[in-house]
């Protein structure tokens, strides 16, 4: 079993759908959480960070985490289709041994929005 | 400003060559790292450097020699490479070593084709 699990899709949504975009995780250690946006052959872009449980809101984005579920999710509230891209979860353990400087990601999720 | 910058962006080079990738931060990360990164698989970790000292490697192959000259920059230097290894080769930067509360920060990743 991977440590992260990350449906990789594809996700196709109508323009101003909501968009939720999950992964769950195995390691009880993992405390901090990211996710990225990484359009076609380009760098990942870090979209939320969070530390704890419980929401967090950006803009159109809304980063979930539930430590006890060890359950993320991110929600994208009136999906535009510029928000087509690959969607990666990341998490990082708070365990200071050998995970220390190591990031664990999901496989991505390939969204498309169509107009 | 939360810009890593990465040069070349695009590199083609035979299996006799040496060449070198270099990143660029300027925003006082303390830690960096190079990953490697195949078409539809999330990043995987290469080499991990902390205060300028190599922290990790992941029993990465020898013709991958990574430098850190100093706490803004991080080179990959490239020799005798096989066409297996291109791929897209993305930097991040984070304050300190991810573990340790800090999100990373990546850049747009050099696309790499040996021939």
């Known amino acids: 079993q991977k440590e992260v699990e990350q449906d990789p899709g594809p996700l196709s949504v109508p323009e101003g759908a909501i968009v939720s975009l999950n992964c769950t995780y195995s390691?009880?250690?993992?405390?901090?959480f990211m996710w990225y946006r990484q359009y076609s052959r380009k760098g990942p872009e870090l979209l939320m960070y969070?530390?704890?449980?419980g929401n967090k809101e950006d803009g159109r984005f809304t980063a979930q985490v539930d430590k006890s579920s060890k359950y993320i999710s991110l929600f994208i509230r009136d999906s535009q289709p510029s928000d087509s891209a690959t969607y990666l979860c990341?998490?990082?353990?708070?365990?200071?041994?050998?995970?220390?400087?190591?990031?664990?990601f999901g496989r991505g999720t390939q969204l498309t929005v169509w107009p | 400003d939360t810009e890593v910058t990465q040069t070349p962006k695009h590199l083609v080079m035979g299996m006799t060559n040496k060449k070198s990738l270099k990143c660029e931060q300027h925003?006082?990360?303390?830690?960096m790292y190079w990953y490697k990164q195949k078409a539809k698989k999330p990043p995987e970790l290469m080499f991990v450097?902390?205060?300028?000292?190599?922290?990790i490697n992941e029993s990465v192959p020898s013709r991958f020699s990574p430098e850190c000259p100093n706490s803004s920059l991080l080179n990959l230097h490239l020799h005798a490479l096989q066409p297996e290894d291109s791929a897209l080769y993305l930097c991040?930067?984070?304050?300190?070593?991810?573990?340790?509360?800090?999100?990373?920060?990546f850049g747009q990743g050099t696309r790499l084709t040996v021939v």
């Open positions: 990341a998490m990082s353990s708070a365990d200071r041994g050998s995970t220390l400087g190591r990031l664990y």
């Open positions: 390691n009880s250690a993992f405390q901090y």
């Open positions: 925003m006082g990360h303390r830690a």
């Open positions: 969070t530390y704890s449980s």
């Open positions: 450097y902390s205060y300028e000292k190599l922290s």
């Open positions: 991040a930067s984070s304050h300190r070593l991810v573990g340790a509360n800090t999100e990373a920060f």
